[in-house]
């Protein structure tokens, strides 16, 4: 099996797995008891909440534990709602944005909030200059994604984030795609608040977080006790958070150049230790761009790149096979893991929402495979693709 498939999810770092075995094993105490194996959980909870603030150079008290991306999203946007909504109830985002985004917004419409979606060009950028003259005297929120997850174009987050700030709009990113594979920092794209996906950075999945600048109100979603500095009720999940916390220290190490430089392991090692020549986001990018020189010399102009040519994500190539159906390649391809950009139901394609608000034709759309690398990815691993795609889609 060949696993090109990272933006959907990671698998658990063994050293992630470690971390979370003595919270499965022997240390099960509940962070609000004052006995040791208490105060143990309680200390592996606070340990997590510092590593995840200095992955994005935010203060531990700013970090709220969540169940995932999609919670954190939810409360950065019906907590800031329900907290402000009498102040104005309009949102500006993005026709490009996750679900974990929009719906919360199209669920709060019902309540007589109203949303601005901000179109995007066809390599799938947002213009800042649109974000701004979509603001109104009753905006609330601003939320756009760090990285689009489909086709993995880069947002110019910095610059949205100064607009907000002037205008005194409180700014929300999703950076559940981006954390890991890009820095990160909190001060740097003046965000309010920031979501993130611990299953996207090779932690566990049912855990996230959701980074809250100091000063920032919100009505919880979840009501209960004190737990999160009464911003989420519910005892904390020590395990999944003991596995988020290693994997934020982790990507810091991905993200940072080894000190042995030129040395290490070579660019198509499917080993992933963490000692890389370069950092393991760089190999990554290298990676990606030998796939994508190999699709070219194989397809000529049968292919199109799909998303920014360069302002992307490192590991994330998404293509587009006119006149094929890209979940029939994969279909060729059983051993290969990838997404595509339809959902096929009862034999009928439906094109990607993403794509085609990018203003790509249906054709480009239901033909669009993404591939997305991960550390352990490897050139055999990209060139055995690379054959296969030429017999399902030659």
């Known amino acids: 099996m060949i696993y090109l498939d990272y933006n959907a999810t990671t698998p658990i770092d063994p050293a992630v797995a470690e971390a979370m075995r003595p ?22 909870v606070e340990s997590a909440r510092a590593s995840l603030a200095a992955l994005m150079g935010a203060k531990p008290h700013e970090i709220i534990f969540t169940s995932g991306g999609t919670e954190a999203s939810n409360l950065a946007i019906k907590g800031l709602a329900r907290r402000r909504g009498e102040r104005g109830g309009h949102f500006v985002t993005t026709v490009v944005e996750h679900p ?62 100064q607009i907000a700030r002037k205008r005194g709009v409180l ?31 090779y932690g566990p999945k049912g855990v996230g977080a959701l980074y809250v600048h100091a000063g920032v109100e919100l009505e919880p979603l979840i009501h209960g006790a004190a737990q999160e500095s009464g911003r989420r009720g519910g005892t904390e999940n020590v395990i999944l958070i003991a596995g988020l916390g290693k994997a934020a220290e982790l990507a810091r190490e991905h993200l940072s150049p080894s000190p042995s430089q030129g040395e290490g392991r070579g660019e198509g090692s499917t080993t992933s230790k963490h000692d890389s020549a370069t950092s393991s986001i760089d190999r990554i990018r290298l990676l990606r761009d030998h796939f994508w020189q190999r699709l070219s010399e194989a397809f000529g102009d049968r292919i199109l790149l799909n998303g ?10 998404s293509v587009s096979f006119p006149g094929h159906v890209g979940g029939d390649i994969l279909a060729k391809m059983p051993d290969v893991c990838a997404s595509t950009g339809a959902a096929c139901h009862a034999g009928d394609a439906k094109p990607s929402r993403v794509l085609m608000a990018m203003g790509y034709s249906r054709e480009r759309a239901v033909g669009t495979i993404r591939f997305s690398l991960g550390h352990p990815t490897g050139r055999e691993e990209i060139d055995a693709v690379v054959k296969q795609l030429a017999q399902a889609a030659g």
């Open 23 to 44: 919270f499965i094993e022997s240390q099960f105490g509940n962070p609000s008891s004052s006995h040791p194996l208490g105060r143990a959980a309680k200390s592996a």
């Open 100 to 161: 974990a985004t929009l719906e919360p917004m199209r669920a709060l419409e019902r309540n007589g909030f109203t949303r601005t979606e901000v179109s995007a060009d066809p390599t799938g950028l947002v213009d800042p200059d649109a974000i701004r003259r979509a603001i109104r005297p009753d905006t609330i929120l601003i939320s756009v994604m760090h990285a689009q997850n489909e086709v993995g174009t880069i947002e110019p987050i910095a610059e949205i984030g």
């Open 171 to 201: 700014f929300h990113v999703d950076a559940a795609q981006s954390m890991g594979k890009l820095p990160v920092t909190v001060d740097e794209m003046s965000a309010d608040l920031l979501s993130i996906a611990g299953h996207k950075m």
């Open 308 to 317: 920014h040519p360069t302002l992307r994500l490192p590991n994330t190539l």
